[in-house]
């Protein structure tokens, strides 16, 4: 059996919890003053939406007691059938759910005659199902007015309350029966009776629309200013529905209904018609001879006005404007705004911000207290067709907001294109940096340092990440779900020479706990992008799952704060794939080349055969390390994925670097696989073989373009041996289908490694390599490369410079005498001389090799010198 005095105790626990905010609000409200703290809902909002599901709740328990198995129905229906099946119903009968046959009267067709019989037999009317309903409630809410007079008749407690607190009374003025509440009302029901979320049954039926009930319960002297938890009355409940008849009987009929009552949150009712758009009811209520208030605040500073903009809603902001006139226009709430700022909040509504320019009281550029304008509004909320708008018609964009809520001696402006930048509108960014700056190359920041094309997405670097926006809470799941090794103070770090950098920030060469390290440092300030903390925060979270000799070695991250983000990671003191070959101009003989391809191709397949399969996205020679034994792993997991992931961002469009893209990456295509990864690869494999960037004549986008639509590919000359050629161009198909796996191109590889002696040293390097065999002592496992593995290496790249650089710098003077008889090898040999060695213990060639190799192809090969 129900108590029902412990379920309205619970419920006004539950609720009463929201009234206690509304107070605090009230008291505190005033040290808020920051636009962007705003509460996205007030406490009346919070209030409405659990006393609607409170209702919806009583609503389905009562449909629930009306329901009968089929079996019991007919019994039932039976035994009510005559008065001969009716005298041998046991009494103490009872359903699964608690109901008596007073309750199954009101259920399967019972009569007068029945509830009196059963009355007298010693049932008790004042019974409660299992649900918490009298046979009075069940009566009620079917608006069966002989079962309701019967069981009044019988004894039945017209006071009596079941579920939520509710009464009869409030039970058929829920469900709209006219007739019921009339004979309850009648029978003495207490027509100014509060339930659980104490509302009156006047409240509800203000609420619902019941207009002949509210002037039936007004006819029986109801109080129409009795309050609810959060001091709303029926009048706040029609206006906010918009139901223009029960204000006007509220006001007019029932003549004693405050027009400026305040609710907790110092609303009126003409804040709640003109915040849902209600403009008839907005109308009437400013037309009437009721002394309304039009611009009354809510403890937030907010007017009608400010509402009806906030929430969109034309025709109201039309009316106040007409019938109040202008002098609303200019006031600001708590957060600085007007009414104008809030109109470009809500954003959607073009007509509406034109409207409220078109009154002379309206500036465009009119700052709040804390100095934003209505083109800040527009830009944090991310309405482009709006902030395209305002420009248009004069909105300057470099005018200046400061946070109030930092101290006087500490200055925080911020304008309009940061505002944009923290919420990650980038999209806006970009406008208006075109509005900016159209023509001020030095401030791109669409490509890497360096000139290279890499491709970054809008960039948003100044934002501040302040509210629980989706970057944040992903921030505090990573703290999280980091494993404790992997978390890194700022002050553990030492951080020496920069050695790398990009559209994150800087990467250096430091210390982590007596542990030499590279450091990837995001922009040190106070601001974070979107972008960046989500490149961040997936870096992480694929970095601490991963290890794998051919994958760079992570060792921790710090995460306390945006401004102190940074990735650390093993050192890899050979430096970049790129370098060796492109700045420091080295030439790598073939079994070096094949164990630097075989480590990368082992890295992607760890990669994709992990049960949550990675994607790399950004596979080129920037992003493969070198140690200086000889091998290589594969780095910077920025642009990465989880293959799996249900992210509706996961597969973003063109990710990484250009040059060695993915045709169906580079078109736009978000349904990629890992084979994109392949295409990424064979590309490299190239480059690490010919000692070239694939098409340098082009810039990235161009030759991203010419492989994606011309479907053209790198040449392949004699200098790649053909298992090396067979195998990268299966790599870059077309059709990412017929591409390999790195399982297979591991296989193939290791295969050539083991028969590199049987290739050609004149077809395996375009520069004239030396055999492999005089080098193998550098192939030794890697276990921190020691001073042997480093002199045997640089030797090797001396040697194989040396005799090549030799070649290319008599190679004019032979020219000249080839024509006149020839010149001998050992003459050639015989002017050899070895090039000074730079502060690295390294050789630099002058030039490229391709230039240095087609030098050669100009005039027959080497040995057509003799």
């Given at each position: 059996?129900?108590?029902?005095?412990?379920?309205?105790?619970?419920?006004?626990?539950?609720?009463?919890?929201?009234?206690?905010?509304?107070?605090?609000?009230?008291?505190?409200?005033?040290?808020?003053?920051?636009?962007?703290?705003?509460?996205?809902?007030?406490?009346?909002?919070?209030?409405?939406?659990?006393?609607?599901?409170?209702?919806?709740?009583?609503?389905?328990?009562?449909?629930?007691?009306?329901?009968?198995?089929?079996?019991?129905?007919?019994?039932?229906?039976?035994?009510?059938?005559?008065?001969?099946?009716?005298?041998?119903?046991?009494?103490?009968?009872?359903?699964?759910?608690?109901?008596?046959?007073?309750?199954?009267?009101?259920?399967?067709?019972?009569?007068?005659?029945?509830?009196?019989?059963?009355?007298?037999k010693g049932l008790r009317p004042s019974r409660l199902s299992r649900n918490g309903f009298t046979a009075l409630h069940l009566a009620a809410y079917k608006d069966n007015a002989e079962l309701v007079t019967a069981l009044l008749h019988g004894g039945s407690d017209v006071q009596q309350v079941g579920y939520g607190a509710l009464t009869?009374?409030?039970?058929?003025?829920?469900?709209?029966?006219?007739?019921?509440?009339?004979?309850?009302?009648?029978?003495?029901?207490?027509?100014?009776?509060?339930?659980?979320?104490?509302?009156?049954?006047?409240?509800?039926a203000s609420c619902y629309g019941h207009e002949q009930i509210a002037k039936l319960l007004l006819k029986f002297a109801a109080d129409e200013n009795v309050s609810g938890e959060v001091g709303d009355r029926p009048l706040h409940l029609a206006a906010?529905?918009?139901?223009?008849?029960?204000?006007?009987?509220?006001?007019?009929?029932?003549?004693?209904?405050k027009m400026n009552a305040k609710d907790n949150e110092d609303h009126i009712p003409l804040h709640f018609s003109a915040r849902f758009g209600?403009?008839?009811?907005?109308?009437?209520?400013?037309?009437?001879?009721?002394?309304?208030?039009?611009?009354?605040?809510?403890?937030?500073?907010?007017?009608?006005?400010?509402?009806?903009?906030?929430?969109?809603?034309?025709?109201?902001?039309?009316?106040?404007?007409?019938?109040?006139?202008?002098?609303?226009?200019?006031?600001?709430?708590?957060?600085?705004?007007?009414?104008?700022?809030?109109?470009?909040?809500?954003?959607?509504d073009l007509e509406m911000v034109k409207f409220l320019l078109s009154q002379n009281a309206m500036s465009i550029n009119h700052q709040g207290r804390d100095g934003h304008t209505a083109l800040h509004s527009a830009c944090f909320h991310g309405h482009i067709r709006l902030v395209q708008f305002l420009l248009d018609n004069g909105a300057d964009m470099n005018l200046v907001a400061c946070d109030p809520s930092r101290s006087s001696g500490e200055k925080d402006e911020q304008t309009c294109l940061m505002w944009a930048y923290e919420k990650g509108h980038d999209a806006i960014v970009t406008l208006l940096k075109h509005y900016k700056r159209p023509d001020d190359s030095p401030c791109n920041e669409y490509s890497q340092p360096g000139g290279d094309g890499s491709y970054v997405s809008v960039p948003s670097p100044l934002g501040k990440i302040k509210s629980m926006t989706k970057e944040k809470a992903e921030v505090l799941l990573l703290r999280v779900s980091l494993p404790s090794q992997f978390h890194l103070q700022l002050s553990d770090l030492e951080f020496n020479e920069i050695i790398g950098s990009g559209s994150f920030g800087q990467v250096y060469r430091g210390k982590c706990r007596n542990k030499i390290v590279a450091i990837k440092r995001y922009r040190a300030n106070t601001y974070c992008s979107k972008s960046d903390v989500d490149m961040f925060c997936r870096e992480v979270s694929i970095l601490c799952c991963l290890n794998h000799p051919c994958i760079i070695q992570f060792v921790g991250a710090c995460l306390d704060d945006p401004s102190q983000f940074a990735i650390v990671t093993q050192y890899v003191s050979g430096g970049s794939l790129f370098a060796l070959l492109h700045e420091q101009k080295r030439l790598i003989d073939l079994q070096s080349k094949l164990i630097i391809a075989i480590d990368v191709a082992k890295g992607m397949e760890y990669l994709h055969n992990l049960t949550q399969p990675i994607i790399h996205r950004d596979l080129n020679s920037h992003n493969i390390l070198?140690?200086?034994?000889?091998?290589?792993?594969?780095?910077?997991?920025?642009?990465?994925?989880?293959?799996?992931?249900?992210?509706?961002?996961?597969?973003?469009?063109?990710?990484?670097?250009?040059?060695?893209?993915?045709?169906?990456?580079?078109?736009?295509?978000?349904?990629?696989?890992?084979?994109?990864?392949?295409?990424?690869?064979?590309?490299?494999?190239?480059e690490l073989f010919t000692g070239e960037i694939p098409f340098a004549h082009l810039k990235p986008a161009a030759a991203a373009a010419d492989m994606a639509y011309h479907h053209i590919r790198p040449p392949i000359g004699y200098s790649i041996p053909k298992p090396i050629s067979a195998l990268l161009m299966r790599g870059w198909y077309a059709c990412p289908e017929d591409r390999p796996e790195f399982s297979e191109v591991v296989s193939s590889l290791e295969e050539c490694l083991s028969n590199v002696e049987l290739m050609s040293p004149a077809s395996s390097n375009s520069s004239g390599?030396?055999?492999?065999?005089?080098?193998?002592?550098?192939?030794?496992?890697?276990?921190?490369?020691?001073?042997?593995?480093?002199?045997?290496?640089?030797?090797?790249?001396?040697?194989?410079?040396?005799?090549?650089?030799?070649?290319?710098?008599?190679?004019?003077?032979?020219?000249?005498?080839?024509?006149?008889?020839?010149?001998?090898?050992?003459?050639?040999?015989?002017?050899?001389?070895?090039?000074?060695?730079?502060?690295?213990?390294?050789?630099?060639?002058?030039?490229?090799?391709?230039?240095?190799?087609?030098?050669?192809?100009?005039g027959g090969s080497f040995e057509d010198s003799n």
């Open positions: 059996m129900c108590n029902c005095g412990s379920v309205r105790y619970r419920i006004t626990v539950l609720l009463q919890g929201v009234g206690q905010r509304c107070s605090f609000y009230r008291t505190r409200i005033t040290s808020m003053g920051n636009y962007k703290t705003r509460p996205s809902q007030t406490c009346t909002d919070e209030w409405k939406k659990k006393v609607g599901e409170s209702y919806a709740v009583i609503i389905e328990k009562l449909d629930d007691d009306l329901q009968l198995k089929d079996s019991e129905l007919v019994d039932l229906r039976l035994a009510f059938s005559s008065d001969e099946a009716f005298q041998k119903v046991n009494l103490s009968y009872r359903t699964e759910k608690g109901l008596s046959l007073l309750h199954l009267c009101c259920v399967c067709g019972g009569n007068k005659a029945h509830i009196r019989a059963l009355i007298l009869a009374l409030h039970v058929a003025t829920l469900a709209g029966h006219h007739e019921a509440t009339d004979i309850l009302l009648q029978h003495g029901a207490n027509v100014n009776v509060q339930d659980a979320v104490f509302f009156t049954p006047l409240h509800i906010a529905k918009g139901f223009l008849s029960i204000v006007k009987l509220l006001l007019v009929e029932g003549s004693k209904a209600h403009h008839e009811v907005v109308r009437f209520l400013l037309e009437g001879q009721f002394d309304v208030q039009p611009h009354a605040v809510n403890i937030y500073g907010d007017t009608p006005l400010h509402l009806a903009c906030y929430n969109g809603k034309f025709e109201a902001v039309k009316e106040i404007v007409q019938l109040s006139g202008t002098d609303g226009l200019s006031k600001e709430n708590i957060f600085s705004e007007t009414v104008l700022h809030s109109a470009c909040t809500y954003g959607k070198l140690y200086e034994d000889g091998h290589a792993v594969v780095a910077d997991f920025g642009e990465s994925r989880f293959l799996q992931s249900v992210d509706e961002d996961n597969m973003t469009k063109q990710p990484g670097n250009l040059r060695w893209m993915a045709p169906e990456v580079f078109t736009q295509c978000t349904r990629y696989s890992v084979k994109a990864d392949m295409f990424s690869y064979a590309l490299c494999l190239w390599s030396l055999s492999p065999s005089s080098s193998s002592d550098c192939l030794l496992g890697r276990g921190g490369p020691g001073r042997s593995h480093v002199a045997a290496l640089r030797s090797r790249f001396e040697l194989e410079y040396a005799l090549n650089t030799r070649a290319y710098a008599f190679w004019s003077q032979s020219e000249r005498r080839r024509a006149s008889g020839g010149v001998s090898l050992e003459e050639v040999r015989r002017n050899m001389q070895l090039s000074p060695i730079d502060r690295n213990g390294y050789v630099s060639d002058p030039m490229s090799t391709m230039r240095y190799c087609s030098s050669f192809s100009s």
